[in-house]
């Protein structure tokens, strides 16, 4: 016998129920929530000492610091030249005001033709499905994106989906963000239900760094509504280190693969993180280990506060040419830049 109490448990089946059921979280929401967020706390977890505080405080005031405790543990304690802490630390050269280093690096707020809508390219419309991300990269481009004013609601929604619905020359929906994956299951199914009722659509791809910061987000509820639809599914992962690529990352990926997912992926070249061949060539081969292949290598995109990590085009295009010597051409990122107003990335 149901009772009340346990029926109001159960997870919702329907996102129009009139009575919004009580859900308990899953186990990856419940690592989101709890990701640190604290600049000091990063600091001590990871013994780094003193001297890292100011930076981390005053690069936290510019855009916060998050790291999940999964991603966390896959660093070095006591190494601040982590290459993964590297992408999460503030420092303080991200207060600098650098020449050329603006806040919308990519002219992204001249392409939407509706909130959480952006089309620049041909064939293919990008979907801002969830303005949170599970992480805070320092290098983001959208680091100062108005998120407040592209976070979907259900009406959002609907007008998206019929800019979509009324343009038969798109053929591929990207989930994008923030992180597409940091909205629920119930949200993402909800959407995907009326993409693929879409008859000119043929690709859900998704954009996303989730599998990786907190690998449990691929369970059971994402493989459920993923491996259901009629759309050709490609996921685009965010991977810049080797490092990055643990077991549960490994079996998150044969979890997707299973749903009839395939699995590329995109790095930005980060000075002080993957600006070697040796770095570049083994995180090709470990992706190709989990069953992804590299798609986009992209320079840096000038956004404000994350121009330390610049690497010069002439560097980028060595590292490129080195790479290609050790490598099959299979496992080598196209490196490529976006520029505004182009009409697709632009390769180097
Ligand atoms: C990068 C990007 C895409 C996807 O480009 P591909 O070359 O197909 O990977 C689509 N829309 C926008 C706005 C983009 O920035």
């Not at 919702?12 to 129920?17: L, M």
């Not at 079996?251 to 009839?260: H, I, N, P, T």
């Not at 083994?282 to 995109?301: I, K, M, N, T, W």
């Amino acid at each position: 016998m149901i009772t009340r109490s346990s029926a109001l448990l159960q997870r919702p089946e329907s996102p129009s129920a009139d009575v919004k059921p009580l859900s308990l979280p899953s186990a990856w929401q419940t690592q989101l929530s709890q990701a640190i967020r604290d600049p000091r706390e990063l600091c001590r977890r990871l013994g780094l000492d003193d001297s890292w505080l100011p930076g981390a405080e005053a690069g936290h005031v510019l855009f916060e610091v998050r790291v999940p405790e999964a991603f966390l543990a896959r660093m070095r304690y006591g190494d601040p030249h982590d290459p993964l802490l590297r992408q999460v630390l503030p420092l303080i050269a991200e207060s600098a005001n650098v020449p050329g280093y603006v806040t919308d690096p990519l002219e992204e707020a001249e392409h939407t033709p509706g909130p959480g809508l952006i089309h620049k390219y041909a064939g293919r419309v990008l979907l801002i499905a969830s303005p949170a991300c599970a992480v805070n990269c320092r290098y983001c481009f959208r680091r100062h994106f108005p998120y407040g004013d592209n976070s979907p609601s259900r009406a959002q929604w609907e007008r998206s989906l019929d800019t979509l619905r009324q343009d038969a020359s798109i053929h591929e929906a990207i989930l994008s963000g923030g992180d597409p994956l940091a909205a629920s299951d119930r949200q993402l199914a909800w959407l995907v239900e009326r993409l693929e009722a879409i008859p000119h659509l043929k690709r859900l791809r998704l954009h996303t760094r989730l599998p990786v910061v907190i690998p449990d987000r691929i369970d059971d509820a994402l493989s459920g509504w993923l491996g259901a639809t009629r759309l050709q599914k490609v996921m685009v992962l965010h991977i810049n280190h080797a490092q990055e690529i643990d077991q549960a990352v490994v079996e998150a990926c044969e979890r997707l693969k299973s749903a009839g997912v395939t699995l590329l992926n995109q790095s930005v070249l980060l000075r002080g993180v993957n600006d070697s061949v040796a770095a570049l060539a083994q995180l090709s081969e470990r992706l190709f280990e989990a069953g992804v292949l590299p798609y986009y290598l992209h320079v840096l995109d000038p956004v404000a506060g994350a121009a330390h990590f610049d690497v010069p085009d002439e560097e980028a295009r060595e590292l490129i040419a080195g790479l290609r010597e050790v490598l099959p051409g299979f496992l080598l990122p196209r490196l490529v830049r976006e520029v505004p107003g182009e009409a697709s990335k632009t390769p180097l």
